[in-house]
């Protein structure tokens, strides 16, 4: 791997200390930081070195699972700089260049670690400096606009600096190990790909529940809203890659022509389609670890009047002709019950039931991909019960992937800062694949604007609202866990 100069504006803010520098720490701890690179802090305050490095020792202390020690901390902080910037001040752009200069060879990544309002702000001085070489790596964070619009604008002036094969649009739902299972599954096995379309899958269900209330990132979260903070981006990647073709290899184009096809093919929710297939709610007080709390209206930073979504359950449909028919239920909420991500398949029941009855057990194959709390892997299937005659159950082939491997999962931030160094693209969104989610997306909150003004409650604590168990109820199905 080649050395690198990682130049990170939002140096001091909240994703650099929780997870950035912490997860660059953890790397040099493992080796895997080429000697001679360096990490550049970039912010608006006059801060020295020493006064950074001390910021930077706290975070790494608190989220560097218990490795920093004295010696650690020195060897990393000697990869560390601080430099004093303010992109709108072209003049102190200047201390930027002056401490790239000379290490042209060296590849540089500009990692945009600020609101995405910022982002042409930065890239402007970028271009106009010259600090970036035809090498430069542009990475940038999540959420990247705030619709179609925006998104377009921000992607277009980032355009003007970098090419596309330059930009690393992150979404750290691709970094996580678990999410690639369903790849690893799909296309290493021949197991579930002839069974892996309309006809044997009847339902998919994506879940992301957390416990987390909205509140603790205050207006930020605010501003967003479930559908466009989750759905747009996480929950929709993980559909991308339960829903897309087989590429033709594991290339980052091969990878990402097949996953834009996917949002460019969901039946766009407008109209009446909207409240009929979508449903928007906010929670209000319960209970979480047994502890009675606060609702969304009265968290600290949250306006009392907004009407933002903390919880969304929606019923997407994909026009393809592997997909026609088979719905795939999509839910995410804050303050829910447990933190679970999971991907469930349901399959279709046999075409002929001879076990006896006047009917089949209903669906009873499913294939549950866990991502969260733990990644793991079930097939419920049914066997015959021991000293029945031919009683027929369904039981779980369970694979917990840490327990198997021996070996715990890569964290996805570290996962996906390495794939940039080493110049991978395959785990990062492409331009296109963005308009497509946000021109899917749009309508929604569209037909919200109009129709759906004032979201209703749910109980903190709870798996969310009845209507989200009817949305999918209606069709004969439950959401997994409500069987
Ligand atoms: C972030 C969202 O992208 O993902 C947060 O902005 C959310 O609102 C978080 O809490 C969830 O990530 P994870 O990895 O904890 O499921």
Not at 35 to 63: K, P
Not at 185 to 200: A, D, H, I, Q, T
């Amino acid at each position: 791997m080649q050395a690198f100069d990682l130049v990170l504006f939002g140096g001091t803010g909240d994703l650099a200390m929780r997870k950035l520098l912490p997860a660059l720490f953890r790397r040099h701890l493992a080796g895997q930081i080429p000697a001679d690179s360096r990490v550049l802090g970039v912010a608006r305050g006059a801060l020295s070195r020493e006064a950074y490095l001390a910021r930077v020792e706290q975070s790494c202390r608190q989220f560097g699972e218990g490795a920093f020690d004295a010696t650690r901390g020195a060897s990393f902080a000697s990869l560390l700089h601080y430099v004093s910037a303010d992109a709108r001040q072209p003049d102190s752009f200047g201390a930027v260049q002056a401490v790239l200069a000379g290490r042209e060879a060296v590849t540089r990544i500009f990692f945009l670690s600020t609101t995405s309002a910022r982002f042409a702000g930065i890239c402007d001085p970028i271009g106009r400096t010259g600090i970036a070489t035809p090498d430069s790596r542009v990475v940038l964070e999540k959420p990247l606009g705030q619709d179609l619009a925006s998104a377009g604008q921000i992607n277009a002036q980032v355009a003007t600096v970098f090419a596309e094969r330059q930009i690393y649009r992150i979404d750290h739902y691709l970094g996580k190990e678990a999410v690639q299972n369903p790849i690893a599954l799909r296309f290493g096995n021949l197991l579930f790909e002839p069974l892996w379309r309309r006809g044997s899958i009847r339902h998919v269900q994506i879940t992301v529940a957390e416990t987390l209330g909205g509140g603790s990132r205050g207006s930020l979260f605010d501003q967003t809203g479930a559908l466009r903070d989750m759905v747009q981006n996480h929950l929709l990647q993980l559909l991308c890659i339960i829903a897309r073709e087989p590429p033709t290899s594991n290339e980052a184009n091969a990878i990402r022509d097949e996953k834009l096809k996917v949002p460019r093919a969901l039946r766009p929710l407008t109209g009446a389609d909207v409240l009929a297939k979508t449903v928007r709610r906010q929670y209000r007080t319960g209970a979480a670890d047994g502890k009675p709390v606060i609702g969304y209206l009265q968290e600290a930073g949250v306006p009392a009047d907004t009407t933002t979504e903390t919880f969304v359950a929606l019923k997407a449909e994909i026009d393809t002709w592997r997909w026609a028919g088979v719905p795939f239920y999509l839910r995410t909420g804050k303050r829910l019950q447990e933190k679970v991500s999971e991907i469930v398949v349901t399959f279709d029941e046999v075409p002929h039931w001879i076990f006896g009855g006047a009917t089949g057990l209903p669906s009873p194959n499913r294939l549950r991909i866990g991502l969260q709390p733990c990644d793991s892997i079930t097939l419920t299937i049914l066997a015959k019960k021991p000293r029945e005659v031919m009683t027929l159950q369904a039981v779980d082939l369970s694979l917990y992937l840490a327990a198997s491997f021996k070996a715990q999962p890569l964290d996805a931030c570290e996962r996906l800062l390495m794939d940039v160094v080493k110049g991978n693209l395959t785990l990062f969104r492409r331009r296109h694949e963005f308009d497509a989610a946000w021109s899917w997306i749009d309508p929604i909150r569209e037909g919200w604007a109009r129709h759906d003004t004032d979201p209703k409650g749910y109980a903190a604590g709870s798996w969310g609202p009845a209507a989200s168990s009817a949305l999918i109820g209606r069709d004969g199905f439950a959401w997994n866990g409500e069987l």
